[in-house]
Nanobody, 126 residues
């Protein structure tokens, strides 16, 4: 069974920093071979992609966070990080980690799902 556990959220003033972590409980081979993403959902809004990182380490960041947020991964720890600097009140949201294995046809059918963590709350005060 695949599980994702986020941590590191909290309350911070505008201009501050937080680092989110996502530990993925799956074999190291599966973790290393797949992209992982961070999403967020603010009250009354749709969930949106914040950043993603491929198995090769190529990153993609939403325009709204470019230059402020950085996604990274540590394959030895099955962990993905989101370093958030220069936080703004509009960054307030629940942040979720995502591992989408639906189209990884190298895996048994039982593994091919779209997995989410429980989320971690980030609140930025003005």
């Amino acid at each position: 069974q695949v599980q994702l556990v986020e941590s590191g959220g909290g309350l911070v003033q505008a201009g501050g920093s937080l680092r989110l972590s996502c530990v993925v409980s799956v074999s190291g081979t599966i973790f290393r071979s797949n992209a992982v993403g961070w999403y967020r959902q603010a009250p009354g809004k749709q969930r949106e992609l914040v950043a993603s990182i491929t198995r090769g380490g190529t990153t993609n960041h939403a325009d709204s966070v470019k230059g402020r947020f950085t996604i990274s991964r540590d394959n030895a720890r099955n962990t993905v990080y989101l370093q958030m600097n220069s936080l703004k009140p509009e960054d307030t949201a629940v942040y979720y980690c995502n591992l989408d294995l639906r189209t990884n046809y190298d895996l048994p059918t039982s593994y091919r799902g779209n997995y989410w963590g429980q989320g971690t709350q980030v609140t930025v005060s003005s």
